[in-house]
């Protein structure tokens, strides 16, 4: 069965960290572009970050650039989203997902969900 677990999510104060895995069962990680997206109450769901198959390129929304960082270990096939300098802001529930990935000169230029969504993991910045 072809899925995809995220976890890591909790509750952390304004300026810390978490670091969210998305481990993927039944097919091969690397083999696919992953993107992490997120959704707040009363919010579309948003695309945050994107790496994809071919060469590991990646790609950040604006709000998240210099805080973020999405890697691919595919020994343990799971991608990982790493979260710094965490914002109020940024509390919303996290989905990995495969995307179909658009490129122009080498750069990921847009990226746009497939297949199915897991259940997300609840990111909560709070004091």
């Known amino acids: 069965q072809v899925q995809l677990v995220e976890s890591g999510g909790g509750l952390v104060q304004p300026g810390g960290s978490l670091r969210l895995s998305c481990a993927a069962s039944?097919?091969?990680?690397?083999?696919?572009?992953i993107a992490w997206f997120r959704q707040a109450p009363g919010k579309e769901r948003e695309g945050v970050s994107c790496?994809?198959?071919?060469?590991?390129?990646?790609a950040y929304v604006d709000s998240v650039k210099g805080r973020f960082t999405i890697s691919r270990d595919n020994a343990k096939n799971t991608v990982y989203l790493q979260m710094n300098s965490l914002k109020p802001e940024d509390t919303a529930i996290y989905y990995c997902?495969?995307?179909?990935?658009?490129?122009?000169?080498?750069?990921?230029?847009?990226?746009?969900?497939?297949?199915?969504w897991g259940q997300g993991t609840q990111v909560t910045v709070s004091s």
């Open positions: 997902a495969t995307v179909e990935v658009q490129f122009s000169s080498g750069n990921i230029i847009s990226y746009r969900h497939s297949g199915s």
């Open positions: 039944g097919f091969a990680l690397h083999n696919y572009n």
């Open positions: 790496i994809s198959s071919r060469d590991g390129i990646t």
